[in-house]
């Protein structure tokens, strides 16, 4: 089991940015993919981002492609979300996640086993 702590979010101007970042520990941490998820009250938890476990790959919803990007540090044990050019619709509560099975790449939300416990962001139009 993987421990996930975020931080990073707040309010922000629409057009202005903010970086998330993600703290893991309890288990080895550099064969898992990570990834950043969010959601609205009364939506379904949706895909934002993931990175394969060397940071070779990463992926994005269509939403947020070229405003956000996703990276890592397996000696920190930390993954970030910087985003930039924030909208309106970017107003979620963001999670950061943990992959359960090592070396695999998916970007299924059940797929993720290990959850933090959300941190909120706000864009203000």
């Known amino acids: 089991q993987v421990q996930l702590v975020e931080s990073g979010g707040g309010l922000v101007q629409a057009g202005g940015s903010l970086r998330l970042s993600c703290a893991a520990s309890?288990?080895?941490?550099?064969?898992?993919?990570m990834g950043w998820f969010r959601q609205d009250p009364g939506k379904e938890r949706e895909f934002v981002a993931a990175?394969?476990?060397?940071?070779?790959?990463?992926y994005y919803a269509d939403s947020v492609k070229g405003r956000f990007t996703i990276s890592r540090d397996n000696i920190k044990n930390t993954v970030w979300l910087q985003m930039n050019s924030l909208k309106p619709e970017d107003t979620a509560v963001y999670y950061c996640?943990?992959?359960?099975?090592?070396?695999?790449?998916?970007?299924?939300?059940?797929?993720?086993?290990?959850w933090g416990q959300g941190t909120q962001v706000t864009v203000s139009s």
């Open positions: 309890g288990r080895t941490f550099s064969m898992y993919t």
């Open positions: 990175i394969s476990w060397s940071g070779g790959s990463t």
């Open positions: 996640a943990a992959h359960s099975r090592r070396a695999v790449v998916t970007t299924t939300r059940a797929d993720f086993g290990s």
